[in-house]
């Protein structure tokens, strides 16, 4: 539509001006979605948003093993530094960062249960970057989750090891 053009410099504006691809697709869909309103309720013929194409494109589809491919990898990371974290996110759900991000205080060994309240993320600043705990992006990040008896006993282990060292 001739309209398109007219959309695009500001979607690359926001782009060139450091806002990540989700922010801009986000952004974007907001947008198409308030214009196919005016559209539906004849305000405009065409939805300008329609044809601009935000940077990134879609995402890519999430790929999640079966229950005998998690047996499988857990047991191949039986005994390395991999086991824990890829049991809480196997058992949990929980997202890299916030796996990263777990303090011994947000974990109830004897209630049997997680608090996810940060995570562990790369800052960009000035230039440089540097790792940090950040804390949850929405309040409905925040939650907490019951653990079973199993990665109870893997968090134990874990933590007996840790004193150890």
Same mark, same amino acid.
């Given at each position: ?8 410099? !500001?979607?690359? =504006?926001? =782009? ?33 948003? +329609? ?8 995402? &890519? ?10 047996? =499988?990898?857990?047991? +191949? ?13 196997? !058992?949990?759900?929980?997202? &890299? ?17 997680? #608090? ?5 993320? #790369?800052? #960009? ?17 925040? #939650? ?9 006993? &893997? ?11």
């Amino acid at each position: 539509t001739a309209t398109v053009p007219f959309l695009k410099p !500001y979607v690359d =504006a926001m =782009a060139a001006g450091g806002s990540s691809s989700r922010s801009v697709t986000e952004a974007k869909a907001i947008l198409s979605s308030c214009l196919a309103r005016a559209v539906d309720v004849g305000l405009i013929d065409v939805n300008p948003c +329609a044809g601009v194409r935000t940077k990134g494109g879609r995402r &890519r589809a999430l790929v999640v093993p079966d229950q005998d491919q998690a047996k =499988a990898l857990l047991a +191949a990371v039986e005994g390395t530094t991999w086991e824990v974290p890829l049991a809480l996110a196997s !058992y949990t759900g929980m997202r &890299r960062s916030e796996v990263l991000g777990l303090r011994w205080g947000d974990v109830d060994l004897d209630g049997r249960s997680i #608090r996810v309240r940060q995570g562990l993320h #790369r800052i #960009r600043e000035n230039g440089t970057s540097r790792l940090g705990f950040l804390p949850t992006k929405t309040e409905t990040s925040e #939650r907490e989750f019951m653990i079973g008896s199993a990665l109870t006993d &893997r968090l134990r282990a874990q933590r007996r090891a840790q004193a150890e060292r």
